[in-house]
């Protein structure tokens, strides 16, 4: 079956515009995360989805990043004034009921010039 | 919040057995370990989970003592291919909050 999928694959934008980063997870997976990569890092845990709520949003970066989830199916990552600190790959992950494996897109390359 | 600590780099030979430890000392009764590897520009890929004891799949062991605070992945003789990045994830249970270990750099040389 189809794997976690995300767009764009790549977006370059301009400091100080809005960027909204898609997430599309596994079909009945009812958990969803956000997750950040800068280039040579580990992977930074942005905020978690059950089903359309999100239990803990305390690894967004700042309050220009916001998340939503409808029908506990898509997902979007909004950035608000991106800064060219915001230069990343953005990961998105998802899992089934009571399964803690996640299921990782191929992510999307943000760079802020 | 359980926060983990692995080598950042391991050299092997292909063939070999590989270990790489993961300490996590602020682990929380719900926590499970689970180990993700990772290739360049592509998402990490799970491998293996375990909660206590010792778990095997068709691609590597968890190695997970009593108390809990630390784990080893173990992975048997080794090819070219594993070359990788791999993460140790603690988390899951009550607060689902995910924390992904620095990363070992496994470097296999023919």
């Known amino acids: 079956g189809a794997g976690v999928s995300q767009s764009p694959s790549n977006k370059v934008t301009e400091k100080g515009k809005d960027v909204e980063l898609r997430c599309d997870p596994i079909?009945?997976?009812?958990?969803l995360y956000w997750y950040r990569q800068s280039l040579g890092q580990g992977l930074e845990f942005l905020i978690y989805?059950?089903?359309?709520?999100?239990?803990?949003k305390s690894g967004l970066p700042s309050d220009r990043f916001s998340a939503e989830r409808t029908g506990g199916s898509v997902s979007t990552l909004t950035i608000q004034r991106t800064q060219q600190e915001d230069s990343a790959v953005y990961l998105c992950a998802s899992s089934g009921q009571g399964v803690y494996e996640q299921y990782f897109g191929p992510g999307t390359r943000l760079t802020v010039t | 919040l359980a926060k983990t600590t692995q080598p950042i780099s391991m050299d092997s030979y292909e063939g070999q057995e590989v270990n790489i430890t993961c300490s996590h000392n602020?682990?929380?009764?719900?926590?499970?370990i689970t180990w993700y590897q990772q290739f360049p520009s592509q998402g990490p890929r799970f491998i293996i989970q375990?909660?206590?004891t010792k778990v095997t799949n068709e691609v590597a062991s968890l190695f997970i003592p009593a108390d809990r605070k630390s784990s080893t992945l173990s992975l048997p003789r080794v090819s070219l291919s594993d070359t990788a990045v791999y993460y140790c994830l603690v988390g899951g249970g009550a607060t689902n909050k995910l924390i992904f270990g620095t990363g070992t750099l496994l470097a296999v040389q023919p």
């Open positions: 989805f059950q089903g359309n709520s999100a239990p803990d």
């Open positions: 602020n682990i929380a009764t719900n926590d499970y």
């Open positions: 079909s009945g997976h009812t958990a």
């Open positions: 375990g909660y206590k």
